[in-house]
């Protein structure tokens, strides 16, 4: 068995025998144990007693963080002409229409959002394969297809952050960083738990958050009261 380093050692004696901690005292704990070299996401992630083989059991939507996500965010935009400057005006990386579906269809993906106005998905759906397994398509339901492309960008790049049930009806998102006082990554924690109790499905019985975990991007989890964590 390979010998622990120190740090992972210590972490792990910092998180034993502490499982079901109020949101603050989970946040915490995972805030004063993430001392990598970089500043290191806080990351959560929500067990749903859900089935996203049905339809009426998918769970997804946005919710813009108070805090911001402390990401920097780079957005292309599926515009053409005077939507195609007012992206570029908004601070969009990447604007493009057929030439962009041409770069990403070679393999060049260099952005974290997807925008696009509504006339442009026919062009864009040609890449679902492509974008849709990274959760990049945009999506009229999460506000990635709109002709208000100025505030689609802008929403984006000040701390938006979309989510959707995987496979076991697990979500998961960056909620913040290490660096951000507890405070502020608390009111983030409980914006995103929010956002996710508002997009129950209609077809989800029974108990609906079954767990929620937080952890730093390199250390271990702890998990959180599901009650602590709701918005009040």
């Known amino acids: 068995m ?17 499982e079901n ?11 004063a144990n993430a001392n990598a ?41 599926f515009a053409r002409d005077a939507k195609a400057d007012e992206a570029k005006a908004a601070g969009a990386d990447i604007v493009g229409a ?20 509504p006339d442009m998905m026919p062009v864009v759906g040609r890449l679902g ?8 398509m945009p999506n009229p339901k999460v506000g990635t297809v709109t002709m208000d492309v100025a ?13 959707k049930a995987e496979k076991g009806g697990v979500v998961h998102a960056g909620v913040g960083k ?18 996710v109790a508002k997009a129950r499905p209609t ?3 029974g108990a609906y958050m079954k767990a929620i975990t937080l952890s730093s991007t390199m250390g271990p989890s702890v998990t959180v009261n599901v009650d602590s964590a709701a918005a009040k």
């Open 2 to 18: 390979a010998k622990l380093g120190k740090r992972t050692r210590a972490a792990r004696d910092a998180f034993a025998g502490k």
């Open 21 to 31: 901690l109020a949101l603050d005292a989970a946040v915490a704990l995972v805030k």
């Open 37 to 77: 070299k970089f500043d290191e996401t806080i990351e959560i992630a929500m067990n749903l007693g859900v089935d996203t083989r049905h339809a009426d059991q998918m769970v997804r939507g946005v919710v813009g963080l108070p805090n911001g996500t402390g990401k920097t965010v780079r957005v292309a935009v």
């Open 98 to 117: 057929e030439d962009l579906m041409e770069t990403i269809l070679g393999g060049k993906i260099e952005f974290d959002r997807c925008i696009a106005t």
């Open 129 to 136: 394969k492509v974008l849709g397994p990274r959760n990049l």
């Open 151 to 163: 505030a689609a960008v802008t929403a984006a790049k000040g701390g938006e952050v979309q989510f």
């Open 178 to 195: 290490a660096s951000f006082d507890e405070a502020k990554l608390v009111e983030n924690v409980k914006a995103f738990v929010d956002a």
């Open 203 to 205: 077809g989800a019985k």
